[in-house]
């Protein structure tokens, strides 16, 4: 196991932009959190997410909710 500290080392073995990364971390519940203002993860917790969400088994829907049509609405 190796730590990932702080969010530019996070993005860096993950290969994505840090909002990108901000919104895996929310939305598809990647392996990482803010502890006292640092980014912190682990690069065999990022490689099981990653294995996870290939195979399907770490698939979910997003957290973020979906904009209603106004359609409709008198």
């Given at each position: 196991m190796a730590a990932l500290s702080g969010m530019k080392a996070i993005c860096g073995y993950m290969?994505?932009?840090?909002?990108?990364?901000?919104?895996?971390?929310?939305d598809l519940d990647f392996p990482a959190k803010k502890i006292k203002g640092i980014w912190e993860s682990d690069t065999e917790l990022?490689?099981?997410?990653?294995?996870?969400?290939?195979?399907?088994?770490g698939a979910k829907e997003s957290r973020t909710?979906?904009?209603k049509s106004k359609k409709g609405i008198a």
């Open positions: 290969g994505r932009s840090e909002s990108t990364m901000l919104d895996i971390i929310r990022a490689d099981r997410w990653r294995v996870g969400q290939i195979s399907g088994e909710p979906e904009k």
